[in-house]
């Protein structure tokens, strides 16, 4: 095994897998900013109440490339926190994964940085994790 950038890593367009309470798993696009994960929500969500009633998650983002035997792993576990959504931290979120020329983004997605958050609901769910896990556990692949 060897070690490997965690933020370098997470600042990729990978997706995330998050767990809660029920048992749910669930895929998510996030942010990782200020040693925690910021994913948007809101009451549309499922997510968004079951953090409310309760608020232990764990979180998975790897990656696996047979071809080149890459396969890294981040885990992360903690309690979420609903916070108020901010339009910078969103824009950041959405060009990660939608490329920085909003005119090309599906108009949902454009949405969340341009309707009244606090009539639409939208939140961040924060996880600043309680546990990090990290593990690079890529091979050498045979010729």
């Known amino acids: 095994m060897t070690a490997f950038d965690v933020d370098v890593f997470l600042q990729q367009p990978l997706t995330a897998r998050l767990a809660t309470n029920g048992p749910t798993v669930r895929p998510v696009w996030f942010l990782w900013e200020h040693g925690a994960f910021w994913i948007l929500t809101g009451p549309w969500t499922r997510l968004f109440h079951r953090v409310g009633d309760d608020p232990a998650v764990a979180l998975v983002v790897d990656e696996c490339d047979p071809a080149t035997g890459l396969v890294r792993q981040v885990i992360a576990r903690g309690r979420a ?34 309707d009244d958050p606090a009539e639409r609901g939208t939140v961040w769910l924060r996880l600043t994790p309680a546990s990090l896990h990290v593990q690079d556990l890529s091979y050498a692949v045979a010729d």
């Open 81 to 114: 926190e609903l916070v108020s959504f901010d339009v910078p931290r969103g824009r950041r979120k959405l060009a990660r994964y939608l490329g920085a020329d909003e005119g090309r983004w599906d108009e949902r997605f454009v949405r969340y940085l341009y």
